[in-house]
C-alpha cells in the first residue's frame, strides 16, 4: 500500500470541505495533481496544496492508497466522502461528515470525530478511537433511507440519535450514548457497551439495540418480552419490542443488560 | 437595453393567429409585438433566429410554485435540497435549491429556460395568501397569478344554503380583490372543510358535515357565481375522490352537473369556451375499485370531451420521478401518509380551506404508478382537440415542472413512449391502451397545448400565448429546426431543445440566451378586480364582521393584502355591477 500524508499547514477557523480526500480521488493522480485539487474554505475555494503540505507515493488503483493526515482537523468536513476502497488514517481529530456515504475501505479516526460520522454508510469499516458527536451513522436531515451497511466502531462516547433511521449494517458504541439511540431505526444493530441516555429505540421498526449498561428510560410504546441471551453478546437482557407508537407490526428488539437494569 | 427588437427568419408556430410553421420576422418595439415593418432596424436588436422553431411564451396553468403549502414542502424535505442545487450566478444570479420543490429564485430560472414565461399558482389559502404574493415577488422572471381557494368556505357555504347566490358572488368578489386572487379554485368541494372532522365526502350527494350541502350543490353555484361575475378564467376545479380506484365515474357526473348548471360561459374578458378547467385530470381518471383492480379509463374522460365543450382539462401527467405532494386537498394527504408511511404535514385554515404535503417515489417498477404514468399521456392522445388540453404535471405532484419537455417528446413520439413502456411494469400492456396509439403531437398540438390554450382558457389571450400584434413580447425560441428534425424519431433532440431554449424574449427583453439566464426582471401578478353594486357589498361586509369577530383569529381589517405586496401588479377589471342588480 503506498501512502500519501498531509499535513495541515493551520489550524482552519472556516469550516473546510473537502470531500477530495479520499483514495478514490488520489489515484491515478501526481502529488503535484492531488495538490491542485479544490476544496471550498467557507464560500472561497481553494487548492488542497494550498492548505495541507502532500506528500508521498500514489499509485492508480485506490485500493493501494492510503491517505494519513497528519494532525488534528476538526473543522474539515467530508474527509472519505463516499469512498470505495483504500484506507484513511486521520491521525487526530475529525470534523463533521467524516466517512459520510461510504461505501467500502477502511477509515479510522485517532483522535475524536465531530457528528455525522459515518452517516449513510453503504459499506466498509468505520472506527472512531476517542469520543464521536451526534447522528453516528444515521441519514441525512428530512431523509428516511438510512444507513444501509459497513461497520462503525466508536471507542468512545457518542452523542444523540445516533443510527437514526438505520436500515443495516452494525454500529459498536464501546462507551456510552446520548439520549434515543437507534431512533427510528428500521434495521441491522447497534450495540452500546457503556450506558445509554433517555429513550433508545424511539420510533424503531426494526433492528436491534443492545444496551451492555444501564438504560435512562424506556418508551412505552415497548413491549417487555422477558429475559434472554443476545447472539454475540455476553450477558443476559431483558428484551423489549417497539416502538409500537409505529403501529402493531412493528419489530424492533432492544435489549438491556438484565444484571444493571431493574425488571420493568 | 434596445427598446425594438427584430427576430429574423423564425419559423413561427402561433395557433391563436393561425400561423403553422412560416419563416418569418417578429417585431418588438415597448414591451410589445409589432409589426416588423414599425421596427427601426438601424436602432433595434436584430436577431437571426435562422429558421429555428418559435412560439410565444409558455404558460403554466397550474403549479405549485408559491405559497405557505409549497413552502412547508421545502422545510420539511431537506433531502430533497440536497438533490439538486445550484450555486449563484451558474444559472442566473442567485442561488437555489430543491429538487421538486425548488426555491423560487430558481423556480423562477428553470421556466425561464424552458421559455415558459406565465405561471399560475394553483392555489391559496386566502388567509395565508401574503405568504403567496411575497414568493410571488421573489420570484424572477415569471408573470403569475393566484387561484384563490374557495370551495370549503363557511362564508360560501352559507350563503349558498341560504340561496343568497348574489350575496356569494360579492363575496366571492370580495374574496379576490382581499387576496389579490385570478380565479375561483375548488379543490375536493365539501372534502376538506369535512377533514376538519375527520371525514371526507365520497360522492356528489353526501353532505358536508354541518352546513348539510352537498358537493353537486357547490358546483352548480360555483360556477354560475362565476359567470354572474363574467371571471376572464373558469372555476378551475379538482374534483372529489382524487386519486381512488374507481374514481372516474365521479369526474364525469361533476362534469355533468357542470354542464347542466344552466349557464354559458359568459366572460367579460376573452372568449374562453369553457365553463370549468378540470385540473390534472390524470388524477381523477381511474377505475377499478381497489389497487389490484386499478386501471386507466382515459378512454372514458377523452370520449366526454370528444362530445363536450364545456370542460378544459390539464394533464398532472406522471413523470416517475421522486417528488412531492401538497394540495388543498387534506384527507387525500392523509391517505397518501397511511399507503406509503411517509412523513405527512397537515394545515388546517380557520374557516376556508386545509392542507396537506406528503412525499412520494413515482417508480417505473410499481403497476399502479405505471398505468398513472399512462393515463396522463393517453388523455392528451386521445382528446381530439388540443385546445381542450393542456400539458401539466401539477407540479411536484405527478413530477416536477422541468419534465414538461420529456412529456412533450412523449406526445411527439410513438418510439419514445414505445421505449418507456418497455421500462415499466407490464400492467400498462394490460390495464391501459397506450401501447396501442399512434397518434403524435405536431410542433402546432404542442405550441397550442403550452401556450395558446391555456392563454385562452385563462382569458388572457389578449395579451399572452401568441405573436400577434399588442401581445406582450414573450417569445421562446428553440434551439430546432423543424423542417430538419423528425420529432417522431429525433425525440431526444426534441427534449433537449424544449429544455434549453436558444433565447427567450420578456416584455421585449431578453432574459435567457442559450440556456442561461442572463436578465432577471420583476414578474407581473396577474388579479381579478370585480366592482359589485355598493349596497350588496355594504351588506355582505356587514355579515363579515360578524364572521370575523366570531370565528376568525384576525380582524376583518387585517385580512386584505395590500398592494405594497404586488411590486408590479395588473389589475384586470371587471365590472359586474349591472349583473348583479
Excluded at chain 1, 489550524?11 to 491515478?28: W, Y
Aim: include cysteine; glycine fraction near 10%.
Amino acid at each position: 500500500m503506498k501512502v500519501i500524508i498531509l499535513e495541515p499547514k493551520e489550524d482552519f477557523e472556516v469550516p473546510v470541505e473537502a470531500e477530495v480526500i479520499k483514495p478514490d480521488e488520489f489515484a491515478g493522480l501526481t502529488i503535484d495533481e492531488i495538490e491542485s485539487l479544490k476544496v471550498h474554505e467557507g464560500n472561497t475555494e481553494r487548492e488542497l496544496g494550498e492548505l495541507f503540505d502532500v506528500e508521498g507515493e500514489t499509485a492508480d488503483d485506490p485500493e493501494d492508497i492510503e491517505i494519513r493526515i497528519a494532525g488534528d482537523v476538526p473543522n474539515v468536513k467530508y474527509i472519505g466522502h463516499a469512498m470505495t476502497a483504500g484506507r484513511i488514517v486521520i491521525e487526530g481529530d475529525a470534523g463533521m461528515h467524516t466517512g459520510a456515504e461510504m461505501e467500502g475501505g477502511e477509515l479510522i479516526v485517532k483522535g475524536d470525530a465531530d457528528s455525522w460520522v459515518g452517516r449513510e454508510m453503504k459499506g466498509g469499516k468505520l472506527i472512531v478511537e476517542g469520543d464521536a458527536g451526534d447522528y453516528v451513522g444515521s441519514t441525512y436531515r428530512g431523509e428516511w433511507r438510512g444507513t444501509k451497511g459497513g461497520t462503525i466502531i466508536v471507542k468512545g462516547d457518542a452523542g444523540n440519535e445516533i443510527g437514526e433511521w438505520m436500515a443495516d449494517g452494525e454500529i459498536i458504541i464501546e462507551g456510552s450514548v446520548g439520549k434515543m439511540a437507534g431512533i427510528h431505526m428500521q434495521g441491522g444493530r447497534i450495540i452500546v457497551k457503556g450506558d445509554a441516555d433517555l429513550w433508545a429505540g424511539a420510533e424503531m421498526e426494526g433492528g436491534e439495540i443492545i444496551i451492555m449498561g444501564r438504560a435512562e428510560d424506556v418508551l412505552p410504546g415497548f413491549k417487555y418480552e422477558g429475559v434472554t441471551e443476545v447472539d454475540g453478546v455476553p450477558g443476559t437482557y431483558h428484551m423489549f419490542v417497539g416502538d409500537h407508537a409505529c403501529g402493531p407490526d412493528v419489530e424492533g428488539k432492544l435489549y438491556l443488560n438484565s444484571a444493571l437494569n431493574p425488571r420493568p | 437595453m434596445a427598446k425594438e427588437m427584430l427576430i429574423k427568419n423564425a419559423c413561427v408556430y402561433d395557433p391563436l393567429n393561425d400561423v403553422e410553421g412560416e419563416i418569418m420576422d417578429i417585431g418588438i418595439k415597448d414591451g410589445k409585438i409589432v409589426d416588423p415593418s414599425e421596427v427601426d432596424e438601424s436602432k433595434a436588436k436584430v436577431i437571426d433566429a435562422e429558421g429555428r422553431l418559435t412560439m410565444a411564451g409558455g404558460v403554466d396553468i397550474h403549479a405549485h410554485v408559491a405559497g405557505p403549502k409549497v413552502n412547508v414542502g421545502r422545510i420539511f424535505r431537506p433531502e430533497d435540497s440536497r438533490r439538486f442545487a445550484v450555486a449563484a450566478k451558474k444559472l442566473g444570479h442567485r442561488a437555489g435549491s430543491g429538487f421538486s420543490v425548488p426555491s423560487t429564485t430558481i423556480t423562477g430560472y428553470m421556466y425561464a429556460q424552458m421559455g415558459y414565461t406565465t405561471v399560475m399558482e394553483a392555489a391559496t389559502p386566502p388567509l395565508l395568501t401574503r405568504h403567496t404574493h411575497e414568493e410571488i415577488r421573489d420570484t424572477p422572471i415569471l408573470d403569475e397569478g393566484a387561484y384563490t381557494l374557495m370551495a370549503n368556505n363557511w362564508i360560501l357555504y352559507e350563503y349558498i344554503k341560504e340561496g343568497e347566490l348574489e350575496k356569494a358572488a360579492a363575496y366571492a368578489a370580495w374574496l379576490l380583490r382581499a387576496t389579490k386572487g385570478f380565479v375561483i379554485k375548488m379543490v375536493n368541494p365539501g372534502g376538506t372543510e369535512a377533514w376538519g372532522w375527520g371525514e371526507n365526502v365520497h360522492s356528489l350527494d353526501d353532505p358536508v358535515p354541518h352546513f348539510e350541502i352537498t358537493p353537486a350543490e357547490i358546483y352548480e353555484n360555483y360556477v354560475k357565481i362565476n359567470e354572474m361575475l363574467g371571471l376572464p378564467h373558469s372555476i378551475h376545479i379538482h374534483p372529489n375522490l382524487l386519486g381512488e380506484p374507481g374514481n372516474y365515474e365521479l369526474t364525469l357526473e361533476t362534469w355533468d352537473v357542470i354542464k347542466n348548471a344552466g349557464v354559458e360561459p359568459d366572460p367579460q374578458l376573452g372568449e374562453r369556451e369553457q365553463l370549468a378547467h378540470n385540473t390534472h385530470v390524470q388524477f381523477h381518471a381511474y377505475g377499478g375499485d381497489s389497487w389490484p383492480t386499478f386501471e386507466s379509463m382515459a378512454e372514458e374522460i377523452a370520449k366526454y370531451l370528444n362530445k363536450n365543450d364545456h370542460m378544459t382539462i390539464d394533464l398532472g401527467a406522471v413523470t416517475l420521478d421522486e417528488t412531492t405532494t401538497m394540495t388543498a386537498d387534506g384527507p387525500l394527504e392523509w391517505e397518501l401518509h397511511e399507503l406509503t408511511g411517509f412523513k405527512w404535514a397537515n394545515y388546517d385554515v380557520e374557516l376556508e380551506t386545509g392542507s396537506g404535503v406528503v412525499p412520494f417515489i413515482y417508480s417505473p417498477k410499481n403497476p399502479v404508478h405505471s398505468v398513472q404514468w399512462a393515463i396522463g399521456l393517453e388523455i392528451a392522445l386521445l382528446t381530439e382537440n388540443p385546445w381542450q388540453v393542456v400539458i401539466s404535471t401539477d407540479h411536484p405532484n405527478a413530477g416536477p415542472f422541468f419534465r414538461y419537455p420529456r412529456i412533450m417528446a412523449w406526445l411527439m413520439s410513438e418510439e419514445y413512449r414505445n421505449q418507456w413502456i418497455e421500462r415499466v411494469h407490464p400492467w400498462v400492456g394490460q390495464r391501459a391502451v397506450i401501447g396501442s396509439i399512434d397518434r403524435e403531437y405536431d410542433w402546432n398540438d404542442i405550441a397550442i397545448s403550452t401556450r395558446a390554450a391555456p392563454a385562452k382558457m385563462l382569458g388572457l389571450e389578449d395579451r399572452i400565448g401568441h405573436l400577434g400584434e399588442g401581445a406582450y413580447a414573450h417569445v421562446a425560441i428553440y434551439d430546432i429546426k423543424p423542417d430538419e428534425v423528425d420529432p417522431s424519431r429525433d425525440y431526444a433532440e426534441v427534449e433537449k431543445a424544449f429544455e434549453q431554449a436558444w433565447l427567450v424574449v420578456k416584455d421585449g427583453e431578453i432574459v435567457v440566451q442559450e440556456g442561461t439566464v442572463v436578465n432577471e426582471p420583476v414578474g407581473r401578478t396577474y388579479w381579478v378586480d370585480v366592482k359589485v353594486p355598493e349596497d350588496l357589498l355594504e351588506e355582505v361586509k356587514k355579515d363579515l364582521e360578524t364572521k370575523f369577530r366570531r370565528y376568525y383569529s384576525v380582524n376583518m381589517g387585517n385580512y386584505e393584502v395590500q398592494d405594497v405586496y404586488l411590486p408590479r401588479e395588473e389589475r384586470i377589471e371587471i365590472d359586474a355591477r349591472d349583473r348583479l342588480s
